[in-house]
Each structure stands twice: as C-alpha cells, then as structure tokens.
C-alpha cells in the first residue's frame, strides 16, 4: 500500500507506516507527559482525506484521547459507541459525529465496525479488549487499544492472536502505553544501567497517582460497568 500519485493518502491506501507515525504524534501530543516533544520527535504532515477513524469507549480516557486525535488533525470521528447511550451521544455531539452513529449496548461496537472506519481505538474496560480487538481485525480495519489489553492470560492470549493476525492482513495494531515512549523514564532506565545508583540488588515500587472518585456503589450490572475500574473482572485489578 502506498501514496497515490499525486501524493495524498486516501482512506484506502494509506499504509501502516503513516499510520503507526500518526498515533506516534498524537501519543506525544498528550499533556500527561508534561513536557515539549524533544527536537528529533519527527512533525507528522499528512495531506488529503483525514483517516476515518471509530471509536469504543466514551468514558474519561476515551474522551481525552479523542481530543488528542481531533488536535492531531489527520482523524475524523466517523462513529462512537458506550454501552450508556448518554455517554455516546455526548461525546459524538462534541465531535461533530451523527446522532444516527452513536451506539450503546454491549452490541454498540459491532455497529461501530459496521460503519466502515478505516481504524478503531478501543477504550472500553478491559475485560472487553480481547473480543472488540478480534472483531476489529476480522473487519480488516487498523486498531489503537488502551491499556490493558486485557485481565487475564487467556485474553492476553487472544490479544496476541488478534496481533498475528493483523500482521498477516497488513494491518496496524497498536497498544496505548506510553509510559516506555516518555523521555523521563528512558533517561532513568539508562542512568540505572549506566550504574548512577550502583548495583542494583532489590527493588520495591511504589506508584503515585491520584484518588479516582466511586460514581456509585451499586452491585447491579450497570454499576459494575459505571465502576470498572474497581472491578477486578472488567479492570483486571488496579495496574494489571
């Protein structure tokens, strides 16, 4: 797959290298790295038809990573999709996405698919990640999955068959984990084996962050949903 001649990528040749640098750009775009891209960060420029681009998931992280991809410029959410219709249809009112593509229910990202996107980020909990991952690559579409990809070895399994997979179909397949790509701990991991703090003979980690607020505590199905992240069946437990 290549540019067409007159240089534009259109949705149906753009190839795996313009995409993987297009979410490259927009992962360091985002100001959770607190920082400016270093000098060498290439400056992505694409020209013609913006990539159609699907998504699953509407929640916190979903949403800020949507604003990522429309800042970037070479996306165009063309369908969202959350199990609380709420949820959809306010986030496709603030993207400018059709009333009429905005799904919910446990089905909603089969519709999404349905859509014909040309990509689809997932940002549903967890626990979904391995079938919504299968489905997207049977549809031949690009894929962008938050992490983690999945809560346990057996969908950590069907996770890396779904990679295969898309290898196989020409297909990008890439995964939201940006902490390796940040300049701050690829700076400390090279001072820690250049022997800054000397021989390392044990380790014990602590992780900082922020309080996150229980919406509800409900036990029913929905609350469990509302609360994933305090599910360890749809989480897969707190930093899987």
């Not at 980020?121 to 997207?136: D, Q, T």
């Not at 049977?138 to 070895?153: F, R, T």
């Amino acid at each position: 797959m290549t540019p067409s001649r007159n240089g534009h990528i259109t949705p149906s040749c753009f190839s795996r290298r313009h995409f993987v640098a297009a979410l490259g750009a927009t992962t360091v775009a985002s100001p959770l790295l607190a920082q400016e891209p270093e000098p060498s960060t290439p400056v992505i420029q694409l020209t013609g038809p913006k990539i159609k681009l699907g998504i699953v998931g509407c929640g916190g992280r979903g949403t800020f990573m949507e604003k990522l991809f429309r800042q970037h410029g070479g996306y165009e959410i063309v369908s969202v999709c959350d199990y609380f219709p709420e949820k959809a249809e306010k986030v496709g009112a603030t993207f400018g996405v059709p009333k009429e593509r905005c799904f919910s229910g446990l089905s909603g990202y089969k519709r999404v698919l349905d859509s014909k996107p040309d990509a689809v980020a997932l940002f549903s909990p967890p626990y979904f990640h391995p079938e919504h991952a299968a489905a997207a690559v049977e549809a031949g579409v690009h894929l962008y999955v938050a992490k983690p990809v999945a809560v346990d070895v057996p969908g950590c399994r069907t996770i890396e068959a779904s990679g295969k997979r898309a290898t196989e179909k020409k297909l990008c397949f890439l995964v939201d984990f940006q902490t390796r790509a940040t300049g701050y701990y690829q700076e400390a991991l090279k001072r820690v084996h250049a022997g800054a703090i000397g021989e390392l003979v044990f380790g014990d980690l602590y992780y900082h962050g922020r309080a996150f607020d229980r919406i509800t505590e409900a036990d029913d199905a929905e609350g469990r949903l509302i609360n994933w992240l305090f599910d360890k069946s749809l989480s897969g437990d707190i930093i899987t």
